[in-house]
């Protein structure tokens, strides 16, 4: 069984800084991936960036990075130099790298980001 | 990653009807799986889909309420029956080739 764990409601944030949005997660399953989506007001899911459990060094795609802690079971989303159109709900999830529960995502509360001007 | 078309991309149905939701993958995919949202809430597998078998069905999700249609590798259908307020939600697909890729939604209201 998988869960993950959002714990900020909401988050705000002034244009240009730095903001972390916290996930921890809790998973039986030996090899996994954690995942972050971004949902704007439209509701369409927009993958941001990947961990996979056995990946040595934390992930990074352009302004967002994974902050994964894996004795913590900590996989924190760090968006750099924020903007506004990064206001969004924004969602961690996790799945079983293989096996039978493969493709199936486990998602959490999510959090919303509001970027001020 | 895949690209996928889900529509329609909202609705406005009366209580008591369906509304078919369908997704096309621009590629062959084994596993469909289609997901809801519900108002302010997370996302919530309903089922899992694969062509020439039956879906399974995650907890409190039943077949008569969210029949599912997967007739080849690239396609797929949701029927919400029988609606009442209540299924108002976000209706998403995904699959997983090269990635988790979701569609881009149906937001259904039931009036």
Redesign the interface.
């Known amino acids: 069984a998988q869960k993950i764990t959002q714990t900020q409601p909401g988050m705000f944030v002034q244009e240009k800084e730095a903001v972390t949005l916290d996930c921890t997660y809790d998973t039986s399953d030996q090899s996994y991936g954690l995942?972050w989506?971004k949902q704007p007001s439209?509701?369409?899911?927009i993958?941001l960036i990947?961990q996979g459990s056995y990946d040595e060094q934390n992930a990074t795609e352009g302004r967002y990075s994974l902050n994964f802690q894996k004795a913590r079971k900590s996989a924190n989303l760090v968006i750099s130099a924020s903007q506004l159109g990064d206001s969004a709900m924004y969602?961690c999830?996790t799945?079983n790298a293989g096996g039978t529960s493969?493709?199936?995502?486990?998602?959490?509360?999510?959090t919303i980001l509001t970027v001020h001007p | 990653s895949a690209v996928i078309s889900q529509k329609p991309s909202r609705d406005i149905c009366q209580r008591g009807t369906s509304l078919t939701i369908q997704c096309q993958v621009d590629s062959q995919v084994t596993m469909m799986f289609w997901y809801r949202q519900q108002p302010g809430q997370s996302l919530t597998l309903i089922a899992t889909a694969n062509q020439g078998s039956e879906a399974t069905y995650e907890s409190g999700f039943v077949i008569d309420k969210f029949p599912i249609s997967r007739p080849n590798l690239t396609f797929s259908t949701l029927t919400v029956s029988n609606m009442s307020p209540e299924d108002s939600s976000i209706y998403l697909c995904s699959v997983t080739r090269d990635g988790y890729t979701f569609g881009s939604g149906t937001r259904l209201t039931v009036v």
């Not at chain 1, 439209?42 to 899911?45: I, L, N, T, V």
């Not at chain 1, 493969?102 to 999510?110: E, S």
Request: glycine share 24%.
């Open positions: 995942f989506y439209s509701g369409e899911m993958f990947y969602f999830a799945g493969y493709g199936k995502l486990t998602f959490g509360q999510g």
